[in-house]
């Protein structure tokens, strides 16, 4: 494998896997998820994890196409993922996301907000798009480029996989602090993301 190839790999994988924080997922998906059973909260780690995968693998593929097919500008689709995230971080924050409700049990956690946008989220959707523009779209470079997103989804998927384990020693109490601080972490993030799809508004006035 030459060079090329290999910094292509790692420059994606390290780029997603600081974008995506495997181990920064923990609180949040414990929050979610702190009303379901072990079976049920390993099955939405599998849920979020493939659907994360689903959508990451789309836009790396067709996201160009996508986006000049609909007209939308990346700060637009930064900026309604920010907004989306910011709708969770207040349920985190006010105790919400630890009510048993079917939203809350069932499928879709996993797919929203789990599945996108906390996992394939904006950042991570433009930073697989950006591995492939920068690239020589050889077949090498796909494959290069398919492995690193398919480790970090192994990632992810392996720290939500343990969250039981960091559940059963934080207690309900400990899961509680954690969602708090989940929740203002996750809020920051939101803003970050709206505030950095208006100054890129605003650079393109």
Not at 17 to 23: A, E, G, Y
Not at 67 to 89: C, R
Not at 121 to 133: D, F, K, N, Q, T
Not at 136 to 152: E, F, G
Request: some cysteine; overall charge neutral; glycine content about 8%.
């Amino acid at each position: 494998m030459s060079p090329e190839l290999v910094t292509l790999g790692v420059t994606t994988f390290l780029t997603l896997v600081v974008i995506m924080d495997p181990p920064g997922t923990v609180p949040v998906f414990l929050a979610l998820t702190s009303s379901m059973q072990r079976a049920q909260r390993i099955s939405a780690a599998r849920q979020a994890v493939l659907v994360a995968l689903g959508v990451i693998i789309a836009f790396t593929l067709f996201g160009r196409l996508i986006f000049d097919f609909l007209h939308v500008s990346v700060p637009a689709f930064q900026a309604s993922g920010g907004l989306l995230l910011l709708l969770v971080a207040l349920d985190l924050l006010t105790g919400k996301a630890e009510d048993p409700s079917p939203s809350a049990t069932g499928v879709n956690v996993a797919l929203v907000p789990l599945g996108t946008p906390l996992l394939a989220g904006p950042g991570a959707i433009v930073a697989s798009m950006l591995a492939v523009e920068n690239s020589d779209r050889s077949p090498a470079a796909w494959a290069v480029i398919m492995v690193a997103i398919l480790l970090v989804h192994a990632c992810l998927y392996l720290a939500m996989r343990f969250a039981g384990i960091i559940h059963r020693i934080l207690k309900d109490g400990g899961v509680t602090v954690v969602t708090r601080l989940a929740g203002m972490l996750l809020a920051a993030i939101a803003v970050q993301l709206i505030a950095d799809a208006v100054i890129a508004f605003a650079r393109t006035v």
